[in-house]
């Protein structure tokens, strides 16, 4: 999933108070399921602006409604249209797709991000998220035993493990990120596939990922 | 030969070579790198210039090594993989062959997070291990990295750069078992000479080296013998404590704590390991890294044996 945390209520509140009428839009896929912008989230952001606004004497009034997707227009209804437009203004609580993806659909309407993006990852322990993919657009997990030094290798390093690793941790931060080269290695060995390790990988192409620019997938056999 | 460096002859000649390195400075003193090579003059073969060492902000290794050059030093220039990519780099290599630079250092690079400027983005575009085929492929295919030969122009000659390719290898990270291939994978890339870690666990280095031994690589790839003078207690507590797979043996701190000249017992303590390390087979030399006591490196090579150095 797409992970988000919430942006320090601070800032989400200096959006707030820029406008009188305040939407707070929650998303019901990725950031309900890490716990940053769903439903729960936005009962308690709206909550906690009326409060605050109350508080400091501002005339703010707060809306508040969530959605299945906001990167998806077929999850905009009429419902939340009217909402959007009546509002003064939006604080979206979706991923920076969704907030985007919510000013592309509704170009009048001002939205702010109310949570902070993070990265691809998974649901690890209760209340622990950790980055698994980066979206480089040419997956390699095949040949290095279902671990992505990309994405989980603080260097990218294809042809790891660096001077770096220290009992299965990496030197960047010790105590939470694991060396994914050890892992790599760990998890080859118990594969039987340790000589696979000794081949040199050869210098990547990048331009499937972010460095060939910004990027679409076009399916001509779906398309309209 | 595959350059003209100096060092490539004395190691392909099979005569025991001794290496320094010079740390820039972060500023513009110039008068600093000349007192630091002065030092070194004459006393080792070449000197490894640092490329933004521990993502500290220095003067470019490019240009201190043409300073040392002037001085008739012979500069080993270090790369690293975290501030250059690989349009960058070449062209950082090109320059440096034209301008006389034989040796050239390729290293993944300290992650930024350590250094002076924590909140920069790091390149990473390739590793090292990708770093040392690019050089190779420039020097013996006369190809850039994308295949392109090096040549100004369709009918401009080939004018590829001559150098001789080092790496780093660290024999104390983990996983252990994997540290022989990692050198297994830098010599298949194509790299000619290897200067280790500072070694202070003998014990684990002569591990490693039996690894390196059993799998021939020490008769494929030249190996110096990184050592690095423990100049003060502090300073032996700090590679202890502070530097992940560095293990400094008691031992050395005690007698470093009990003498009454420390920085007498530093260099019978460096001189000592020189000795030891040039008894294990597949040692080409020794690497000495005096970090901020270049000025002690003519005593030390001195008690070490290891002057004159041979001409060549």
């Known amino acids: 999933m ?81 909402k959007i437009k009546q509002a003064d203004a939006v604080i979206s609580l979706a991923c920076g797709v969704g907030v985007q993806f919510c000013i592309e659909c509704f170009t009048d309407s001002i939205v702010y991000p109310g949570v902070d993006t993070k990265f691809y990852g998974a649901n690890t322990e209760q209340g622990i998220w950790a980055e698994r993919c980066i979206g480089c657009g040419d997956c390699v997990l095949e040949k290095f035993g279902g671990l992505c030094p990309v994405a989980r290798c603080s260097k990218s390093l294809l ?66 | 030969m595959k350059s003209e460096s100096r060092l490539e002859k004395i190691l392909a000649s099979g005569q025991f070579a001794l290496t320094g390195e010079l740390g820039p400075p972060k500023s513009v003193d110039v008068d600093f790198i000349r007192q630091k090579a002065e030092y070194l003059k004459g006393k080792v073969d070449a000197v490894n210039i640092t490329d933004n060492q521990t993502a500290i902000v220095r003067m470019s290794s490019f240009a201190v090594a043409l300073i040392l050059k002037e001085m008739h030093l012979e500069p080993t220039m270090q790369i690293t993989c975290r501030d250059r990519n690989r349009l960058a780099i070449q062209s950082d290599v090109l320059g440096a062959a034209a301008h006389g630079i034989h040796n050239i250092l390729c290293l993944t690079g300290d992650h930024q997070c350590f250094g002076n400027h924590t909140t920069a983005k790091n390149v990473f575009d390739i590793d090292a291990v990708q770093l040392i085929e690019m050089l190779r492929q420039m020097r013996d295919e006369k190809k850039f990295a994308n295949g392109e030969e090096i040549k100004n122009s369709k009918k401009a000659p080939i004018k590829e750069p001559r150098i001789f390719i080092g790496a780093a290898v660290n024999p104390f990270a983990d996983p252990l078992k994997f540290r022989a291939t990692r050198l297994a994978k830098k010599i298949n890339a194509g790299v000619d000479f290897v200067q280790t870690q500072c070694i202070y666990d003998m ?25 690095t003078p423990l100049k003060s207690v502090g300073m032996a507590q700090y590679m202890r404590d502070c530097v992940a797979g560095l ?13 009454q000249d420390t920085a007498a017992e530093a260099i019978n303590i460096c001189v000592e390991q020189i000795h030891q390390l040039r008894e294990i087979e597949g040692i080409a030399g020794i690497h000495l890294m005096a970090i ?14 290891l002057l004159p150095r041979p001409r060549v």
């Open chain 2, 203 to 227: 014990e684990r280095f002569n591990e490693w080296m039996k690894q390196v031994r059993n799998r021939g690589l020490h008769e494929k790839v030249k190996i110096l013998a990184g050592v």
């Open chain 2, 247 to 259: 293990m400094v043996p008691d031992t050395y701190l005690e007698r470093l704590s009990k003498a």
């Open chain 1, 159 to 224: 042809n790891g493990p660096c001077g770096g690793s220290a009992e299965g941790k990496c030197e960047v931060d010790p105590e939470n990120i694991d060396c994914v080269w050890q892992l790599i290695y760990d998890r080859m060995e118990k594969l039987g596939r340790l000589d696979e390790l000794e081949l040199n990988v050869p210098a990547n192409n990048w331009t499937a990922g972010r460095d060939g620019g910004p990027r679409k997938i076009v399916r001509e056999d779906i398309t309209l």
């Open chain 2, 292 to 305: 901020e006591w270049e000025k002690k490196v003519p005593e030390i090579a001195e008690k070490a044996n």
């Open chain 1, 2 to 82: 797409i992970t988000a945390e919430r942006k320090p209520f601070e800032a989400v509140y200096e959006f707030a108070r820029r406008h009188q009428k305040i939407l707070v839009l929650g998303c019901g896929t990725c950031v309900t399921v890490c716990m940053a912008g769903g439903e729960k989230e936005v009962d308690a952001l709206a909550s906690q602006i009326t409060l605050a606004a109350r508080q400091k004497d501002d005339n703010i009034t707060v809306e508040k409604h969530t959605i299945e997707r906001q990167c998806d227009q077929e999850f905009f209804d009429e419902q939340t249209s009217r």
